[in-house]
């Protein structure tokens, strides 16, 4: 079985400022991961995946995420963040492969918040 | 808009209860999940159908049950309804569900409230 920890609950930062939100899974299987964000009062949209291939992923709204296998770590960063990326961020994960069904198992959720 | 719609938008209901959640997948999208997002459980995967049967189960409480018919759309029946039972409803869609990634789309869910 699949779990994902998001390290931080909450990660205030000043506007402009770079931000890192950490985030670590467990699995016996390969895996897919994903970084999700949902916006006040919204549903979830997809940030950025980590299928194959390159460990460092880029993904919307100029954020980007590395996949460290020997640490199993998805750390997702963005180097400038503005005001409007204040939200709640999702690490989440689904088996890779054949057995592949497409669940995804969520992490806590880290909330993100940028001040003027 | 990811394509995906739910409704109701926002359900209030009592303890002891049977509410429907309704969700239209995207066109052409075969797969439908449920996840439950509550202050205490974060988001949980529920359960998945493909094309009208059952895929996968997780965290689903007998009193849930839910099903895909032939259009395609999916509800979820929340029944003998508790306070805890209180949390956002989110239905996902997507094209196929195995051999390869097939990318999630998300509704803007239903938020149940139980009083």
């Known amino acids: 079985a699949q779990s994902v920890t998001q390290l931080d609950s909450q990660v205030p930062v000043f506007e402009e400022a770079p931000v890192e939100l950490r985030c670590n899974y467990s699995?016996?299987?390969?895996?897919?991961l994903f970084w999700y964000v949902q916006y006040p009062n919204q549903g979830l949209q997809l940030l950025l995946k980590?299928?194959?291939?390159?460990?460092l992923v880029k993904g919307i709204n100029g954020f980007e995420a590395e996949f460290n296998k020997s640490q199993t770590s998805f750390h997702l960063r963005k180097p400038s963040v503005h005001i409007s990326d204040t939200a709640e961020y999702f690490c989440?994960?689904?088996?890779?492969?054949?057995?592949?069904?497409?669940?995804?198992?969520f992490g806590q959720g880290t909330t993100l918040q940028v001040k003027p | 808009d990811s394509g995906v719609t739910q409704t109701p938008k926002h359900l209030i209901t009592a303890t002891g209860q049977r509410v429907t959640l309704r969700c239209s997948p995207r066109s052409g999208d075969l797969s439908v999940y449920w996840y439950q997002q509550s202050l205490d459980q974060g988001l949980q995967f529920l359960i998945q159908?493909?094309?009208?049967?059952?895929?996968a189960k997780g965290n689903i409480l007998e009193r849930f049950s839910a099903q895909q018919f032939p259009d395609l759309h999916s509800e979820l029946n929340l029944s003998s309804l508790e306070l805890g039972d209180s949390a956002l409803y989110f239905c996902?869609?997507?094209?196929?569900?195995?051999?390869?990634?097939?990318?999630?789309?998300f509704g803007p869910g239903t938020r149940l409230t139980v009083l």
């Open positions: 159908y493909y094309n009208g049967e059952e895929r």
């Open positions: 989440a994960v689904s088996e890779g492969g054949s057995s592949n069904t497409g669940k995804l198992i």
């Open positions: 996902a869609s997507s094209a196929i569900y195995r051999y390869s990634y097939n990318e999630q789309f």
């Open positions: 980590y299928l194959s291939g390159s460990t």
């Open positions: 699995s016996s299987v390969s895996v897919y």
